[in-house]
């Protein structure tokens, strides 16, 4: 059983966004999404300041047997892209809701976070 921690909100497509203090959000996959990738090799990030769209392709995770994309939980711009990742993209896997998060977003429209999956509702996705 995967971990769905009840403070973040959900995509359909498996990531998970935490608004900030600051009203950044910060983002990434899933404890689900991690384990069905298996052992994620390379992270393919945004850069700084690129523009984001909801749903949008934001960047790749590639995997030991596969590839995937992830996608943009509301519209904004790359606050900041997690360069931990380029030389320890292992840190997904490790600590997916925590040093292993993607991107930190600076949203256009602040009342798209609150649009997001419940973690109920998104464990009910995720076969929870």
């Given amino acids: 059983m995967s971990s769905i921690p009840g403070d973040?909100?959900?995509t359909k497509s498996h990531e998970w966004v935490r608004r900030g203090a600051d009203g950044t959000l910060t983002m990434g996959i899933t404890d689900h999404a991690q384990e069905l990738m298996g052992e994620i090799v390379m992270v393919?990030?945004?850069p700084q300041g690129g523009d984001l769209r909801a749903g949008d392709s934001?960047?790749?995770l590639e995997a030991v047997k596969t590839a995937e994309?992830?996608?943009a939980p509301v519209d904004g711009k790359v606050a900041e892209a997690n360069a931990a990742?380029?030389?320890?993209?292992g840190l997904v896997n490790r600590d997916c809701y925590?040093?292993?998060w993607l991107i930190r977003i600076r949203p256009a429209d602040a009342s798209q976070f609150d649009a997001l999956l419940t973690p109920a509702q998104y464990g009910e996705i995720a076969g929870e």
């Fill in 8 to 10: 973040l909100k959900y």
């Fill in 85 to 89: 990742l380029e030389s320890d993209p």
């Fill in 98 to 100: 925590g040093d292993g």
């Fill in 58 to 60: 934001t960047g790749v």
């Fill in 44 to 46: 393919e990030l945004p």
């Fill in 69 to 71: 994309d992830f996608f």
